[in-house]
Every structure is written in structure tokens, then in C-alpha cells.
């Protein structure tokens, strides 16, 4: 049964990626790396068996990992068997295209662009690898109590709980407000199958959405009503339906303006082309992207 997180590179981001690998096992996450005994016997059969047995890959994508026939061998093969894959992006003023483009559209990937310059930075982006991982695939990992080393001049700083999240949580970057499903009727009743969608300055269980999949978008349920998160370009209204239909129909795309690397997203509604913003405590769609657009995935 798979059980493993396969780390796919190209050559040259050894060094990265092997500090990566060492960090996700120090907290506890079985993760599988050629050159960390991934690779034994036969080459071929080692990297099908390191996809055959991966709940999730995260292909650390650059122009040489595009360029790699090794690298496509191994994402292909995973994608014809329907493997999650988490992309990371290590290459700035770039993006994918041709055979890597294809498989990685519409995914979300992972910032690790400038992350070996800086420690805290680093941190920041394997935190953000982390939750991605066990927001697609945690309810499938073993993960095990990272063991501790007793230090008697400095306390070990503390390691992360890592725990699948019942959905996604929408943080607004300037108000800090929470998207939440209130649960209510809309009033004035304009459609009868619609309820209100509100703001929130705290985090609860109405504020997770569970993502689906839909045939190039993304719908968001929300966990505790169930009803999908959705918006009405023509009264510029966000709401939440019992059914999806094409004003549910979402994408959700990396804030590449974003320089905190702090899980920054925009969220944009397929139908219309707006992108979700808030302004003064309210909802708006906009036509163009600016800074009342950034939200941060909690």
C-alpha cells in the first residue's frame, strides 16, 4: 500500500533537497529520496517502486528538471497512476510549460524560490510544504513523533503538529478577516437555495472549505453546511448554494507578487473572471488583481 512522500529532482538541487528530506523526517513524515537508500539494484525498477509506493510527489521544478528525460520518466509514470502531486518551485520569472506544464496545471505549488539564502525563510517554506502535503494526503501518512535529543544548556525548539486540516481556511492579507459560512438565508431572498457567506475576525469550523476537483476549477464545500462557496457577479454577492453550478466554480492560483512566503493566494471566480477581494469589511469582485486580492491559506 503507498505510504511514502517521493521527493523528485534534477540533479543539480541535490543539496536543497536533501535538506528538505532530512527536515520532513526529523518531523516525523516517511519520505523516500534516491540517494537516501531510495535506490537499490536496478535504477528503473528502484524509481517505479519509489512511485508505486508515494501517496503524494513533490517535483522540485525548474527549466532542468523540464529538460530532464529521468525527471519526466518519473512524473509521467506517477501521473498515468493518478499519483497527488504537490509541485515546489525553486525558479523565479518562470513557470512550466510543455510536458511538465501540463501535468502541474491548476495545481498549487509550494514557494522554495530564494529559500536557501536564508534560514528563517527556509523554515517558512517547509512549514508551507508541510501543510500543503497534509492538506492533500495527511489522512494517508504515518507520521511519527519526531524523537527528541536532550540538551541540557538550550531546550530544543518545538516541533510542529502535523495534523490533516478538515479543509481550507481563507485568511483576508489586509483585514485579516476569515471567509464563513454563516449558515443563514440570504435576505432579501434573491435565489431560495442561497445562504449568506460572511466575514469573520476569528477562525472556527465554518471557515473551512474542503476543496474538490472540477473539470479546470476548483470547488470549495464548506465543512460544517456543506453548501459551496460561490459568487453572484452580478450583485457582486458571495454566497453559499446547495449544489454547484458554474457561479461555484473557482481557481485558485499563487500570489506570485508575494514576497512574505506566507502561503499567499488569489482566488478567482471562473465564471465571471473576478477575483474574490474585500474592501471596508465587504466583499467585492474585481476585474484586476491588487493588494485587496491576497489571501493567506490557513
Given at each position: ?39 537499490t ?19 522540485f ?42 501535468i ?5 505549488w ?7 539564502k ?42 510542529p ?7 481550507r ?64 457577479w ?6 453559499s ?55 493567506f491559506?490557513?
Amino acid at each position: 500500500m503507498p505510504s511514502h512522500i517521493m521527493l523528485s529532482y534534477q540533479w543539480d538541487d541535490q543539496a536543497l533537497v536533501k535538506k528538505i528530506y532530512n527536515r520532513l523526517k526529523e518531523d516525523g513524515l516517511p519520505v523516500w529520496m534516491d540517494v537516501e537508500g531510495g535506490v537499490t539494484g536496478n535504477i528503473n525498477d528502484a524509481m517505479a517502486a519509489g512511485v508505486e509506493e508515494a501517496v503524494v510527489i513533490c517535483p522540485f521544478m525548474t527549466p532542468e528538471y523540464q529538460a530532464s528525460r529521468s525527471c519526466k520518466k518519473e512524473l509521467n509514470y506517477a501521473d498515468t497512476r493518478e499519483v497527488i502531486v504537490v509541485p515546489v518551485m525553486l525558479t523565479k520569472n518562470w513557470e512550466a510549460s510543455e510536458w511538465l506544464g501540463l501535468i502541474t496545471a491548476g495545481l498549487l505549488w509550494v514557494d522554495f524560490r530564494n529559500a536557501e539564502k536564508d534560514e528563517e525563510l527556509f523554515e517558512m517554506c517547509l512549514r508551507s510544504l508541510e501543510e500543503e502535503i497534509m492538506f492533500n494526503v495527511g489522512h494517508l501518512l504515518a507520521v511519527e513523533e519526531a524523537p527528541r535529543e536532550e540538551e541540557e544548556d538550550e531546550p530544543e525548539p518545538p516541533k510542529p503538529c502535523l495534523k490533516k486540516k478538515p479543509g481550507r481556511g481563507f485568511r483576508h492579507a489586509v483585514s485579516e478577516l476569515y471567509i464563513h459560512d454563516s449558515g443563514e438565508q440570504m435576505i432579501p431572498t434573491t435565489t431560495e437555495s442561497r445562504n449568506t457567506v460572511e466575514l469573520s475576525e476569528a477562525a472556527g469550523d465554518h471557515c473551512y472549505w474542503e476543496e474538490m476537483k472540477g473539470n479546470g476549477c476548483k470547488f470549495y464545500r464548506n465543512v460544517v453546511t456543506n453548501r459551496f462557496l460561490g459568487f453572484d457577479w452580478s450583485r457582486n454577492q458571495v454566497h453559499s448554494e446547495v449544489s454547484p453550478s458554474e457561479s461555484e466554480e473557482w481557481l485558485l492560483l499563487v500570489d506570485q507578487t508575494d514576497q512574505s512566503h506566507k502561503r499567499a493566494v488569489i482566488i478567482k471566480n471562473k465564471r465571471s473572471g473576478s477575483f474574490l477581494a474585500v474592501r471596508d469589511g465587504h466583499f467585492l469582485g474585481l476585474t484586476s488583481y491588487d493588494e485587496d486580492c491576497k489571501w493567506f491559506l490557513e
